[in-house]
């Protein structure tokens, strides 16, 4: 179970139970104002004076400059929710806000929510839209586009949006990647707004720029099929393997160190071999043998936890990435990293 959803109900998504199994399950794809209440996000902040206690007189001083973020819906309860501390420059994004973001970006009516929650109290808010458009990589094998959206109201980060993308046949997110936002932004694919007093005509240019980069699915669209049309040869899948899974490092260390890590890092790569032939979907005309197949495999074992069962032998679930990992943290480093090395990989002949 992942221990960071803020709660059993701080959580939508439509048709079926989220991946992390917690959330308010809906029938059908939400507007923005019935995600926003069915992930019980409709809530505000507000930014408190600071101030610090003189612990030997009692007395309040104001700390100049400094502000307590704090959930408005929780500010008469005896233990009010505090969810950071910010300076003066700092300018709230509200959950609403952020939600009638998307469908400037997307279009309103257009936009599909599928799911949205919070992580902690509400220190950060995230939010998964669709597009309207999917990509077909081969006849049988679709991909859906989304748009992910991460707001934080701690003061940790600015409000972040890109593009990620989900293959339908295996459920695998192929690059959410917000844990290594620099390149997505490099890429044309993301965005960032921050929470200051410009954050109105910061979001006008992000709905500008985010507008046009939605448009440009079928050049990602031509580098999934480059993988589609590139054989994984012996050569190559062995080439993608040890980049994913380098060989360890056991120069100078301990015989029987040496010999466990060794054996950890065999175990991965057996599992990967065995993920090639078996993931969902890479048996799919066009798909089985390529180094698509390849790059599915590894976010097979990355999105769903899996690992060798002990007796077996064979690949069993694990209980997976915690959502903070797949949003912000090394899944989504691992994936990004994994797909540009097929992708280099593919290139060679």
């Known amino acids: 179970m992942i221990a960071n959803i803020a709660g059993k109900d701080a959580c ?6 989220p991946w992390h199994g917690k959330g308010t399950v809906l029938d059908n794809p939400a507007t923005s104002a019935e995600a926003v209440a069915a992930a019980n996000l409709d809530w505000r902040v507000t930014l408190l004076p600071m101030h610090a206690r003189v612990e030997s ?10 502000f307590a973020v704090a959930r408005e819906d929780t500010l008469l309860a005896e233990e009010p929710i505090v969810l950071g501390t910010v300076g003066c420059k700092y300018r709230p994004i509200q959950n609403s806000e952020a939600f009638a973001f998307m469908d400037s970006v997307i ?14 109290q509400g220190e950060r808010v995230w939010l998964l839209a669709k597009l309207p458009q999917d990509i077909l990589v081969t006849r049988d094998d679709r991909i859906e586009q989304y748009l ?4 934080s109201h701690d003061g940790s980060s600015a409000m972040r949006v890109m593009f990620t993308h989900v293959r339908v046949v295996c459920n695998n997110t192929l690059t959410l990647a917000l844990g290594n936002y620099a390149s997505a932004v490099s890429a044309g694919d993301a965005t960032s707004i921050r929470h200051t007093a410009s954050v109105g005509s910061q979001i006008c240019s992000a709905v500008h720029a985010l507008g046009l980069a939605a448009q440009q699915g079928q050049a990602l669209e031509e580098r999934y099929k480059l993988l589609a049309a590139a054989p994984a040869t012996t050569e190559k899948f062995g080439r993608y393997a040890d980049a994913i899974y380098p060989y360890p490092d056991v120069i100078g260390v301990e015989e029987a160190v040496a010999n466990n890590r060794i054996a950890a890092h065999d175990r991965r790569v057996s599992m990967f071999e065995q993920a090639f032939e078996r993931s969902p979907g890479n048996e799919l ?64 002949n």
């Open 12 to 17: 939508f998504a439509v048709g079926e139970v």
């Open 57 to 66: 007189t009692g007395a309040l001083v104001d700390v100049k400059d400094r």
């Open 107 to 120: 279009g309103e009516k257009r936009a599909v929510y599928h799911t949205a929650g919070a992580l902690g």
């Open 148 to 151: 992910l959206l991460s707001n």
């Open 285 to 348: 005309p066009g798909v089985r043998g390529t180094m698509w197949a390849a790059y599915n495999a590894y976010t097979d074992i990355v999105d769903h936890g899996k690992r060798l069962d002990a007796k077996s032998g064979k690949p069993a679930m694990a209980n997976g990435l915690s959502t903070s990992s797949l949003l912000y943290g090394a899944g989504a480093q691992q994936k990004r990293a994994a797909l540009e090395a097929a992708l280099e990989i593919a290139a060679t």
